[in-house]
């Protein structure tokens, strides 16, 4: 229920965009949003950061966009910070660069161009954020009323800096989502017997050039070192698959957490590459990529952009690193998010353009053959499924597998692996998340 209420939140916010991208939202719309948000912060506190932060940042995003759109547009993709900051002042536009292409200044350059627009058109801003702001303000007159963000046990539930949190996240969407990002991943390492075709696919795929690499392997050495949190209740409980997690990797032996530090970097270099992939069917590049039965349009405005990456890391970011505890309730909206705009969710259609392009081309040469085959020939055709799966993106399919899956498992492991406590004999005591 609690990330059913988030969703609702969230589509009231695309409700508010009409076809053209701009804002035709109703005060109704806006109260809506403000009691759906209230609905989800009664369920997981939380939830503040995805349904107030995540949808205000787009909502800001989206404002000043429309605010913009009077400007002459001239290319930004390489102008300078003084450019920037003075296009920014003077048209309200927002520096975009497309995610897949981008390198580190690109996103210091939106965080820049974004800060001067929202000073520059305060009052659109503010009254674009009321709904939000409605939303913050309830949460913090909860907060200093219950003496805290948690209702029960505060003790055990102390907000910490937990940067490390932002690590154990990457490989988790890697567990979820292998044929997602793995492909991505392994092609570029296919050809390694060839140095010069694994250059040439290393600039294609945009590799992170040697002085960042070295510097996010220095930062995530020292979030290991200083800010790796085992809280109690992480080691306090043997029926939750974490214990086991952090029990046969980083409590196995000191050094493994630093020999993790690969992984976590190999799995965020992978999810953002998952971000460079053209978005289907909206003229708003912070909308998620819903496929549509029409071919998208291959624009720029089409991309997964800075923007739209930045906002999504700073509420992911604020939703984990306050919290001690590492729990995989933690990264539901994170992962959910990700998946609905962060991945080119119109490869189905690409697919069945590349479907419709190979009949399309082959229809004139085989349309007089087909009269003289034999009727024989027609019952060799392939099956409905099998045409379905040749329809659609595979990748989507081992999705779908992979998950159930999952459920199978673990739904099995919780019915027939039951164990019980010494102290408490005859209980049975049940695998879950």
Not at 63 to 71: D, I, K, N
Not at 207 to 226: D, G, N
Not at 322 to 339: F, H, K, N
Not at 367 to 385: E, L, M, T, V
Request: charged share 15%; with cysteine; glycine share 6%.
């Amino acid at each position: 229920m609690s990330t059913f209420w988030v969703l609702v939140n969230h589509a009231l916010y695309l409700s508010k965009a009409g076809p053209d991208g701009r804002l035709n939202g109703s005060i109704v719309t806006d109260l809506m949003i403000v009691n759906s948000g209230l609905i989800a912060l009664s369920f997981r506190q939380t939830n503040i950061f995805w349904v107030a932060i995540f949808p205000g940042g787009l909502e800001v995003l989206r404002a000043l966009e429309a605010e913009s759109r009077g400007a002459k547009k001239d290319a930004t993709k390489g102008a300078t910070f003084r450019e920037i900051l003075l296009r920014s002042w003077r048209t309200c536009e927002v520096y975009e660069a497309p995610a897949g292409e981008a390198y580190v200044e690109d996103y210091i350059k939106t965080a820049i161009s974004l800060l001067i627009a929202a000073l520059a058109n305060p009052v659109t801003v503010v009254r674009t954020l009321i709904p939000y702001l409605l939303l913050l303000g309830s949460f913090a007159a909860f907060v200093v009323g219950n003496g805290g963000v948690v209702l029960g046990d505060k003790s055990n539930h102390v907000a910490t800096l937990h940067l490390a949190q932002m690590l154990y996240i990457w490989p988790c969407f890697v567990f979820f989502f292998p044929s997602m990002l793995l492909p991505g991943v392994l092609e570029p390492l296919v050809p390694l017997g060839r140095v010069s075709s694994f250059i040439r696919l290393a600039k294609i795929n945009n590799f992170p050039r040697i002085a960042v690499i070295t510097m996010v392997s220095a930062i995530t050495l020292l979030i290991v070192h200083f800010n790796t949190i085992i809280h109690p209740f992480t080691l306090a409980d043997n029926r939750h698959y974490v214990f086991y997690v952090f029990r046969w990797t980083i409590l196995r032996h000191p050094m493994i957490k630093y020999l993790l530090t690969p992984i976590y970097l190999l799995s965020g270099w992978a999810v953002l590459r998952a971000t460079s992939g053209k978005k289907s069917g909206h003229d708003d590049p912070r909308a998620p990529a819903l496929p549509r039965p029409a071919a998208p349009p291959k624009s720029e405005c089409g991309t997964t952009t800075t923007s739209l990456v930045m906002v999504w890391l700073a509420s992911t970011a604020l939703s984990l690193i306050s919290a001690p505890l590492v729990e995989p309730r933690y990264y539901i909206m994170p992962l959910i998010t990700w998946r609905l705009y962060l991945l080119p969710s119109e490869t189905v259609m690409e697919a069945d353009q590349h479907q419709e392009s190979r009949k399309d081309t082959k229809g004139s040469v085989s349309s007089g053959k087909q009269s003289q085959q034999p009727r024989r020939q027609k019952a060799s055709q392939p099956s409905s499924w099998i045409k379905l799966l040749e329809r659609h993106n595979a990748r989507l399919w081992l999705e779908s597998l992979w998950f159930l899956a999952i459920n199978m498992v673990t739904g099995y492991v919780f019915l027939y692996n039951g164990f019980a406590w010494p102290q408490e004999p005859g209980k049975v005591q049940r695998f879950m998340w």
